[in-house]
């Protein structure tokens, strides 16, 4: 008997599948979140260079980057199971286990892998801010945190947003990564379905198809958020 998609929809594997790619998502978007605060946080102390705060952002993202993605979820998952486990048992989840642990630490990962990255873009869209429009408010006595809130931080958002597309998509993909400390997101659902019924190529061919419809879905988003923090001319 053929294997094919119906025998995939019979055996319960596309609401697993589906199961798997909410919490890729999930994992994400948290891990996103997260990286954001991190990649704003070290990206101004990269461009105010604030000594020696900027040695140690350096170290960060150097390790970081120059680490694979899939050593820096080992040793965090290896190094922060305790960890985890004194935190959510202070917090009164003494059961917490299984995918709760792994959906933290995968999320911890993952944030450290895309904050490393963020800061660069963050830094990067800081330095593309002509300096005159700072010169300028300040000469004309506006405070610094309005200059900030009203001059520094619009154009930021606004050259970042591409550069953080480029981070979020990454971010999606080095989810699948995770599926190697046992969280049952897309790429472990496949994983599964594909060792059961012994039909790799028809699992990974419809996680792939999951996974462009993630990607494909958010670039549209982001082109929207674009498009609103474009410029508009006067005509």
Not at 80 to 94: H, P, T
Not at 160 to 168: D, E, I, Q
Not at 189 to 208: D, K, L, N
């Amino acid at each position: 008997m053929e294997f094919g998609l119906w025998q995939v929809w019979e055996g319960g594997w596309i609401a697993a599948i589906l199961r798997g790619a909410a919490i890729t998502i999930a994992v994400g978007v948290a891990s996103m979140a997260f990286g954001i605060v991190i990649g704003i946080a070290c990206g101004l102390i990269k461009w105010a260079r604030l000594f020696p705060l900027t040695l140690a952002v350096d170290f960060y993202t150097s390790i970081v980057r120059g680490v694979p993605e899939l050593l820096i979820i080992y040793l965090l998952f290896f190094s922060s199971v305790e960890f985890v486990g004194q935190i959510a048992a202070a917090f009164g989840y003494e059961g917490l286990a299984g995918n709760g642990y792994a959906f933290i630490i995968a999320v911890i990962a993952i944030a450290a892998i895309s904050g490393a990255y963020s800061t660069e873009v963050v830094r990067g869209a800081l330095a593309a801010i002509p300096g005159g429009h700072i010169e300028a408010a300040r000469a004309l006595g506006i405070p610094g945190r309005r200059i900030f809130r009203r001059i520094i931080a619009p154009q930021m958002l606004r050259i970042a947003v591409p550069g953080m597309n480029n981070v979020w998509q990454t971010t999606i993909k080095d989810t699948a990564l995770v599926s190697v400390v046992g969280l049952q997101e897309l790429m472990r659902a496949a994983f599964v379905g594909a060792g059961s019924t012994r039909h790799p190529f028809i699992f990974y061919f419809i996680a792939a198809v999951v996974y462009l419809v993630i990607t494909l879905v958010s670039q549209g988003g982001f082109d929207r958020i674009e498009r609103l923090l474009r410029p508009r001319t006067r005509t």
